[in-house]
């Protein structure tokens, strides 16, 4: 799990670039299947593993 603020930016095709430090790490957790989403309580954005979140939307149902 990651915290704390990082400040990115979007590029003109709508890409969202994770920070260097943590790419190895989001590479490994995530064997580059991800969804990045909008926390729903909080203002901020969230990255989940796409098993994760395939868990979260049948929870939901």
Aim: proline share 8%; hydrophobic share 35%.
């Amino acid at each position: 799990m990651f915290r704390g603020i990082h400040l990115l930016s979007i590029d003109s095709k709508g890409r969202v670039k994770i920070p260097v430090r943590h790419q190895h790490q989001v590479a490994k957790i995530c064997s580059g299947e991800m969804v990045l989403s909008i926390h729903p309580d909080d203002p901020c954005l969230v990255l989940y593993p796409l098993p994760n979140w395939q868990q979260l939307e049948r929870e939901d149902c």
